[in-house]
């Protein structure tokens, strides 16, 4: 979600004034993984001269499908606050964005038992946090039909799974605890194209670069075999891109109404794409 619905940071859309608020539907697809996710999202912001400061609160939910017809279900909700500061007249702005999520998870194991195709199920819960501090230079080429946007950032995150057992079937596991943190770093380049008087389309590219080498999985343990294991230990994609375009569409003299899409490129973990709606406004 930093990079689906606060791909953008939120003085990119409302010119200062007393405050604003948005609301973001954001939709997430990961083909290689089976992965569906949607984000709703609703927050609002003040302005206190050069700083402004927003929070918001949002739904969550996540559906994977896994192997031999097992599922994966993941929902709740996350909380967000964000922070801009414009450093002076000189279009840059420095942010930090911190989100918080607390999800239930729910997961259908299928697997092979004999000739037959059995099933073990288990819930669970999770956590998660992400910082993000960020730099953007709007406009530091251009002008009023065009311009060019530079973006350097850093992200830091932590998921927690909590352990659980597994019931049902004729091999159900007992899974430990997890911890996956992850770190990466990201250039940007965004040009902005005047269409039409109330219209910009921005399109947008990314170097991302992960500091952290492995992504790991919890042990686990079948019950009453005193066998288990890990999950594995896996190599990331350290260095990949992400391609990317926004429509805004000015309604009235503080409405903005964003279509976005972006497309993950040159990550052999999968390449996801990503579809947002957001309307912000001032006032």
């Given at each position: 979600m930093m990079w689906g619905a606060h791909h953008r940071i939120l003085t990119d859309y409302v010119q200062p004034g007393r405050g604003c608020a948005w609301a973001v539907l954001d939709y997430r697809r990961d083909g290689r993984n089976d992965v569906d996710s949607v984000l709703a999202e609703a927050g609002a912001c003040v302005d206190a001269g050069p700083l402004r400061l927003g929070a918001g609160i949002g739904y969550d939910r996540s559906d994977t499908d896994l192997a031999l017809g097992g599922k994966q279900k993941l929902e709740g909700w996350h909380g967000v606050a964000e922070a801009d500061l414009r450093l002076g007249q000189s279009g840059a702005v420095l942010s930090a964005t911190a989100i918080y999520g607390d999800w239930n998870v729910n997961l259908r194991r299928a697997y092979l038992n004999g000739a037959n195709t059995d099933t073990s199920s288990g819930s669970t819960d999770a956590r998660g946090v992400a910082l993000r501090a960020r730099l953007d230079w709007f406009d530091v080429v251009g002008n009023d039909s065009f311009g060019l946007t530079p973006t350097l950032s850093y992200t830091w995150s932590r998921v927690t799974v909590d352990g659980y057992t597994e019931t049902g079937g004729g091999f159900p596991v007992t899974v430990g605890r997890s911890v996956d943190e992850t770190s990466e770093g990201r250039m940007g380049l965004t040009g902005r194209f005047t269409l039409a008087e109330p219209t910009t389309l921005r399109l947008r590219g990314e170097?991302?670069?992960?500091?952290?080498?492995?992504?790991?999985?919890?042990?686990?343990?079948?019950?009453?075999?005193?066998?288990?294991?890990?999950?594995?230990l896996y190599a990331v994609d350290r260095d990949h891109a992400r391609l990317g375009a926004d429509i805004d569409q000015r309604i009235g003299r503080s409405g903005v109404l964003s279509l976005s899409a972006h497309k993950v490129v040159g990550n052999a973990g999968g390449n996801p794409f990503s579809v947002s709606a957001s309307f912000h406004f001032g006032f």
């Open positions: 170097y991302i670069h992960r500091f952290d080498r492995f992504d790991g999985g919890p042990a686990f343990q079948i019950i009453g075999t005193g066998m288990g294991g890990v999950t594995g």
